[in-house]
């Protein structure tokens, strides 16, 4: 699980590009103007990438990306 | 005799006489889900006629479009096979493609019924979402009412069907159900009859109809700003009215619109405007387009993937109302600015004017112009000589 959580961080840091995502893991993304509607590509490829899990754009609900906790969440319920 | 739903008050009045029972049901903090299907029944055969040529196409379609859902849910439990997805998909896209035809076709002009193309969503939603495994139960009952729910189907809002069935299926306290439901759809209700049946109606019958036969810079110019505010009246208006019934009815359909004039650029005029349409393109079309197009490999970078993905989504967005030639001008042209704001959004030029005082405001009224343009193409005024 501490792995999902690692690889959680680095997708945000990566599709956020700044890592003051690590300081605040309950920060609105979506507020803070860190991601947008396309951002749900990114983040889908980005899982293909590192998990190999292949997602559909409308498997994640606005809630489930917008804060980093929320997405660890989100992709340990998927990986179960 | 047939009602056109929504259009004046006294077709709302009939319309709302049907609510009745529902509300007394929501009263008693009971489940309104049956109610609301037999109020749909009733209400299906005041918009369509009984034995009407109408009702029937609208039975036909609806028996074959079930048969097509309910086989291909059974078929993907089964066995996964991306050539029946695929044929599937287009025996769904058939009776739109064929009534949309009909207008170079006059001999089949009898072909159409209400709804047809609001409809057609929740078909092609319900299969995508069978293909992805998120539809884990599919009751036959609940997938009729979803696809037929009667205070949506002549223009939306596009529901899904997941948000639909929750709230289908949630019996809501009598005190919720009479504060977030029912006083709220009444208001809205109210707020559809000032948009539509008020400054809608007014802005028609006093300009637009006004305007003369001869077309000059000035009366173009007019017409323009004139149908823009009409459009944008009438159809929040009569969003108004579906979302309203629908509370009433215990289902909160979603939005259409969210101060979509005071977008500062087409990328937020979109998340502001017509607000089910473009998600449901969003997550259905466009998204997967782009995802698929750069896992195949077809597309190297992100970029050239997104803004073909917004040329293809706005031009079939443009198909999808009509035929027409002004319907896919409008849809090329939503396109083409999308594509440019994309572009803008990612210009130094951008990140400079964004920090300046001004950026609101100027902003504001450039969207305004591009979005005034796009209702002129879409209203057809320029085409008809």
């Known amino acids: 699980m501490e792995d999902l959580k690692n690889i959680a961080f680095d997708i945000m840091e990566e599709i956020c590009e700044t890592d003051e995502i690590r300081e605040d893991p309950d920060l609105d993304l979506m507020d803070a103007g860190l991601i947008d509607s396309l951002s749900t590509i990114n983040i889908i490829l980005l899982i293909e990438d590192k998990l190999g899990l292949k997602l559909q754009p409308t498997d994640f609900t606005k809630e489930d990306i917008s804060t980093v906790n929320n997405f660890i969440s989100f992709l340990e319920g998927k990986v179960k | ?385």
């Open chain 2, 1 to 385: 005799m047939v009602f056109s739903q929504y259009t004046n008050i006294f077709s709302l009045i009939i319309f709302s006489s049907l609510l009745i029972p529902g509300i007394v049901a929501g009263f008693m903090g009971k489940r309104i889900k049956y109610l609301g299907m037999i109020a749909s029944v009733f209400a299906l055969c005041m918009i369509m006629g009984f034995h009407t040529l109408q009702m029937y196409q609208f039975l036909i379609f609806l028996a074959c479009e079930s048969i097509l859902i309910m086989g291909y849910y059974f078929f993907n439990k089964r066995a996964k096979s991306d050539f029946v997805y695929f044929w599937v998909l287009i025996l769904s896209f058939l009776p739109i493609i064929l009534i949309k035809s009909v207008i170079y076709l006059p001999r089949f002009n009898f072909l159409g019924f209400v709804g047809i193309s609001y409809v057609s969503f929740r078909v092609w939603q319900l299969i995508i979402e069978i293909h992805d495994n998120h539809i884990e139960k599919l009751p036959f009952l609940d997938m009729l009412y979803f696809i037929t729910f009667f205070p949506t189907i002549s223009s939306g809002p596009i529901d899904r069907y997941q948000r639909f069935t929750k709230d289908l299926n949630n019996a809501i306290p009598r005190n919720e159900y009479i504060n977030d439901y029912l006083f709220v759809g009444i208001k809205k209700i109210l707020l559809g009859v000032v948009y539509k049946l008020g400054i809608a109606a007014f802005i028609n019958l006093y300009v637009i109809e006004k305007m003369p036969h001869e077309k000059t810079f000035l009366s173009v110019v007019i017409y323009m700003y004139a149908y823009t505010f009409y459009l944008f009246f009438d159809f929040a208006g009569y969003s108004n009215f579906a979302v309203g019934t629908s509370y009433i009815l215990g289902i909160k359909a979603p939005e259409n619109f969210n101060k979509p004039f005071l977008a500062r650029n087409m990328k937020e005029f979109w998340d502001r405007w017509h607000i089910s349409l473009s998600k449901w393109f969003g997550d259905y079309l466009f998204s997967r387009f782009v995802l698929n197009t750069l896992r195949n490999g077809t597309f190297k970078s992100k970029k050239m993937a997104v803004r073909c993905g917004y040329l293809l989504t706005m031009t079939i967005m443009g198909l999808w109302h009509g035929f027409t030639l002004f319907y896919v001008a409008y849809g090329v042209y939503q396109g083409i600015m999308l594509v440019i704001t994309d572009f803008y959004l990612k210009s130094k030029v951008y990140r400079k004017f964004k920090k300046s005082g001004c950026y609101d405001i100027v902003s504001r009224i450039v969207c305004f112009q591009i979005v005034a343009i796009g209702m002129l193409i879409f209203s057809g005024y320029l085409f008809n000589v």
